[in-house]
């Protein structure tokens, strides 16, 4: 850490699920040097009533909705979201700002002489916002933080059952989310991916895969706050049938899915040779 870097940008609790315990001492060091702390908002729904991330450093911080305020976490995530800021970088934030006057009116204040500017027109997913602010209304403050116990609840829940099923490459306390590897499955040639075609069989959209990249095999597996515990339930047996099937027999796992309509494609060409756009048949 030298004067030349000016921030360091960071997930926490980070992509395995593990809370990084020694973020007060990394913010220290970063401040010392003059630096900042952005913190990476995306696993927000481990902390939402629980921490203060200003209170270890942090000075800037991303919410993101998807996940922690309701809405899905696919496709790359809403791309919408407040940034939040400490005091000290609150006079560079773009204008204009929405403020309120003496009156209790709303308006943008362009006024703002140490301002970066404005970065672009457009102010977001404007429906995802109005939902995420809905989810924070309806639950208050006690609901949220209930929001995040449940789900630090689910992921140990499965954590626990999984346990002795499948490779668990880091035994750290987990918060929102735990991952796990295919290691006991590939000895009969079972990837990861052979697992999440034969989870769609049983019904479940499977989890992230082949991620986070540290982990071999990855599967990421998150199941937030909305799940109940029967779901939680169905989802562990599948996965521990899946086990077994990969043991017994596993060319079942390698020609699956056997229920969907369309069945496996051709992955390597598919990334050789992509099709992006559609094109009518000649006749």
């Not at 668990?168 to 006991?184: A, G, R, T």
């Not at 040639?189 to 479940?204: C, P, S």
């Not at 077994?244 to 596993?250: G, I, K, R, T, W």
Request: net charge neutral.
């Amino acid at each position: 850490m030298t004067e030349d870097v000016a921030a360091l940008m960071l997930t926490n609790p980070n992509t395995l699920g593990i809370f990084e315990t020694q973020i007060a001492q990394i913010s220290q060091i970063v401040h010392q040097r003059g630096g900042l702390v952005y913190l990476d908002g995306a696993n927000l729904n481990a902390l939402m009533g629980l921490a203060r991330p200003g209170d270890f450093g942090v000075d800037v911080m991303h919410l993101n909705l998807h996940k922690t305020f309701s809405t899905p976490h696919g496709g790359g995530g809403p791309g919408a979201g407040p940034v939040a800021v400490k005091k000290i970088i609150e006079p560079f934030l773009p204008y204009p700002t929405v403020e309120k006057d003496a009156e209790g009116k709303y308006f943008f204040n362009y006024h703002r002489p140490q301002s970066i500017g404005k970065v672009k027109a457009f102010y977001g997913n404007f429906g995802t916002l109005v939902r995420a602010l809905c989810y924070i209304l309806a639950n208050g403050a006690t609901g949220l933080r209930e929001a995040s116990c449940v789900a630090i609840l689910n992921a140990n829940y499965i954590k626990q059952n999984l346990l002795e099923v499948y490779d668990l490459p880091y035994h750290e306390p987990v918060l929102h989310e735990v991952v796990f590897s295919n290691k006991k499955q590939s000895k009969n040639h079972v990837t990861v991916m052979d697992i999440a075609k034969r989870l769609m069989d049983y019904g479940f959209h499977p989890p992230t895969v082949a991620f986070p990249l540290i982990v071999a095999g990855a599967l990421m597996i998150e199941p937030t706050e909305t799940e109940s515990k029967e779901e939680l339930d169905l989802f562990v047996e599948a996965m521990k049938s899946i086990a077994e099937e990969a043991e017994s027999n596993p060319d079942l796992l390698l020609r699956a899915p056997h229920t969907t309509r369309v069945r496996r494609l051709d992955e390597v060409q598919a990334a050789r040779h992509p099709i992006l756009r559609w094109k009518p048949r000649t006749p």
